[in-house]
C-alpha cells in the first residue's frame, strides 16, 4: 500500500494543518468569540446566538472538542463549553513561531 499524504509531512506540519482546519470554518470562529467573551455557554445559547440549528452547532463543538480548543461539562440536561486555556496558548505558540520565521525579511523576493 503506498503513503497517504498526511505520511509526507511531519507530526508539526500535520498537527498545525489540523488546527488550522478547525479555524477555518466561520461558524467555529463565531463559537470561538463567543466562547471567549462569555467564557461559558450553555449549548442552547449558541443556536440563539448564532442562527444555526442544534445539530450544526454540535457537530462544530465536537470539531473544537476533538482538537481540544474546547472543554465541557454536563449540568443537568446542559453542556457548559469553555475554552481549554492550556491547549489555547498552545496554538498560540505554534502560530506564532510560524509566523516569526520571517521576522525581519532580509530583502523583497519578488
Known amino acids: 500500500m503506498g503513503l497517504t499524504k498526511k505520511e509526507l509531512f511531519s507530526k508539526d506540519q500535520n498537527s498545525l494543518a ?5 479555524f477555518a470554518h466561520p461558524a467555529r470562529i463565531a463559537i470561538l468569540e463567543y466562547l471567549l467573551k462569555s467564557n461559558t455557554c ?3 445559547d449558541l443556536v440563539q446566538e448564532l442562527g444555526l440549528a442544534q445539530p450544526t452547532i454540535s457537530q462544530h463543538l465536537r470539531e473544537l472538542r476533538d482538537l481540544g480548543i474546547i472543554k465541557g461539562n454536563i449540568e443537568g440536561v446542559s453542556v457548559c463549553y469553555c475554552i481549554d486555556r492550556e491547549k489555547w496558548n498552545e496554538i498560540r505558540i505554534t502560530f506564532n513561531q510560524l509566523f516569526q520565521r520571517l521576522d525581519q525579511p532580509k530583502e523583497d523576493c519578488c
Open 42 to 44: 450553555i449549548n442552547g
Open 18 to 22: 489540523d488546527i488550522a482546519k478547525v
